[in-house]
């Protein structure tokens, strides 16, 4: 344990044995009994950078007690305080009056001291998220810069409470947190193209996120399997790009998860992913399409090289012309984020190639290639969403082309030899992106749709194995650049792509394991003890189902009575689900 942590060392006695029948993880055999020092009731997840805790504690009466904030008619912070009122106080679980305790056993109030006194619109990248929090004398406090550091103050004070055995809730009597992120963009990928993710479903992972404090949404809403956007510039993409009317966003639909997000100092950066990636929007504009050939016949697929036609024709300026029109829709409809994300990545040269119209004019252009065709069609399209006053982030493809990115543009690293043995380590790509001057987002060793099952041992004990894996990177691992590039590295990001996940187990899919992710990217480096995390871990499982989250269990155990099925049981709950 670093000493800038301090987390609840001296609270294993008194509280865990008013909490243990509440949260227990359990071995797997018995000659492997679990290593580690088993969880306060109350740790916070991600840890954070400071904590100290009195071993004593105080009481909540929910008749009784205010939290209030010195920032007045802010949406962002009156929002939250009504959200978090089911949070403190399950309708499932009657929390008990401690009327008949003395009033120095009771934390009587809570302000949020935001110290800007602005309540801000958007969130930014670079936004100040840290906060501090104190509890002294039945008073606490949480101080932040903005509204997006309190937000994270207010979910950590959240976690703080617990409720004992006798249904108490109760929290420690002294608390002083000094607390700050480790990367900046912490973020996570949803895919709703190759499954459709119904609203309810990504409303409650937006909550899952603020929960373990994720503040980017990147969302994949396009690819080849549909295109759910429902676009008022060009309707007819949703209309035969859709798998049907009912798997669609409608522009009300956008504005509501934006406004989820928002509401949570989540950013939300959409994703249209072009020249490849395209058989859906071909289905409403074939002619946009590239036709492929076999010897002189035009659409004419050879499986496993490429289909009839894909991939966008990059000679035709109708495309950029189209291009031109969505992204200026995209830019209006999220008009609050600078960023889209262009994708722009897995282009295969084969289809462009075997074109005699485009083999015609790589030839009167000096092209000899596919990195040339796709040189063109990013370089155009770069310059478009430049000048419509948005800002690029785009997949590492086009940067390994050679293409010169526009300032300012973000490089998204997923390649890596466990994804492609083609490849080279990501942090070999890490380090040359950001030592040639580009932001970057490292994706790579965060793919949660590659499940494993199975089991981490070590001599004489066993972990999960994915926690174990996701848990334990280090994103500077084997980095080669300097002071200047480090800072480069500006976060990571998880990713659930959607091949074999939809509304059904996209949440038990991604939860608890991108916490691991959440607290990598939040925590201290020095925080890496994946034996002692597994416990806070679990108990953070537990949390997020009091919560309405079906977060799956990471080992042998139980949480209580509240667990999916079980009469307590808060999933499908209306403060959580979402459904009306």
Known sequence: MSLSSHIFVILFGLIICIHHAYTVIDYIEAKYPLRGKPSAPNAPWPEPQKLNASSDYIFIDPDFFIIYSNLKNCDIIDKA??????????????????????DDRILISVLINIRSRKCDVYPDLHDDQSYNITIEDSYGKIVAENVWGALNGLETFSQLLFITKDNYLATNASVQIQDWPRFLYRGMLLDTARHYIPVP??????????????????????????????????????????????????????????????????????????????????????????????????????????????????????????????????KYVFKHEPYIHLGMDEVYPACWLSNPNIQKFLKDNNMTNGTDLMTYYSSKVLEINKSIGAKSMVWQDVWDDGVKLPQGTIIEIWKDTSLLTESLPWSYYLSKATSEGYDAVLAAPFYLNMIEYGKYNTNDSVMNLEFFKWYNIDLFANFTGDEGA???????????????????????????????????????????????????????????????????????????????????SMVNEPNFSHLS
């Open 486 to 568: 480090r800072e480069r590295l500006i976060g990571g990001e998880a990713t659930l792509w959607a091949e074999f996940v939809d509304g059904t187990n996209s949440l038990s899919r991604l939860w608890p394991r991108a916490s691991a992710v959440g607290e990598r990217l939040w925590s201290s480096i020095e925080v890496n003890n994946p034996e002692d995390a597994q416990f806070r871990l679990d108990v953070h499982r537990c949390r997020m189902l009091r919560r309405g989250i079906p977060a799956a269990p990471i080992l042998n155990g139980y949480c209580g009575s509240y667990e999916v099925g079980m009469k307590q």
């Open 81 to 102: 305080l009504e959200r978090y009122k089911p949070i403190f106080f399950p309708r499932k679980i009657p929390i008990q009056s401690p009327s008949s305790f003395d």
């Open 201 to 330: 479903i990504l409303k409650q992972q937006l909550d899952a996120m603020s929960y373990n404090k994720f503040n980017v949404f990147h969302w994949h809403i396009t690819d080849d399997q549909s295109w759910p956007f429902v676009s008022k510039t060009f309707p007819q993409l949703s209309k035969k790009g859709a798998f049907s009317p009912d798997h669609v966003y409608t522009p009300e639909d956008v504005q509501n998860i934006i406004e989820h997000a928002r509401l949570r100092g989540i950013r939300t950066i959409p994703e249209f992913d072009t020249p490849g990636h395209v058989a859906a929007l071909g289905r409403a504009f074939p002619e946009f399409l590239t036709d492929c050939y076999n010897g002189t016949i035009p659409r004419q697929a050879i499986y496993g090289v490429h289909a009839e036609r894909e991939i966008l024709d990059p000679i035709k300026p109708e495309v950029y012309e189209f291009m031109r029109g969505l992204l200026q829709e995209v």
